[in-house]
């Protein structure tokens, strides 16, 4: 069975896809919003990163892919430094999406902005 996988920002773009993937990705809803979710920037000294965080209120708005078990494990080693959650449903199945942790697995609002982050958020990476 494949697996359902919410795209918001750089891998949305099929050069990227086939970076990672060795193809392009099955788009199966684009666009596909999903709700009390807001993108937002995590920052370093030489570069930042987009990533979800719990906004209620908030949606934000990407494509859902499908991808093999194979295909999954190729996108987790290269958003290693993010981990899947479910964000939504799609004509019954789940769509998971890469959110960015901390070392300890936990949300920073220090290290973001934009959006409206909830701050009970921390508790829930």
Known sequence: MSNLVFLYHTLKRPEIQREVLGH???VVASPFTIHNYSQVTHKLPDSSYPTLVHAPRAQVTGEIISVSDGD???LMVWESDYHLIHVAAYKG???VAFILRDDAGHFDP???TGGDPDESV????
């Not at 921390?122 to 990476?125: L, N, S, V």
């Open 24 to 26: 392009d990705a099955e």
């Open 93 to 95: 199945r789940a769509v």
């Open 110 to 112: 220090k290290k973001y």
């Open 122 to 125: 921390r508790d829930t990476y």
């Open 72 to 74: 999954l494990k190729r």
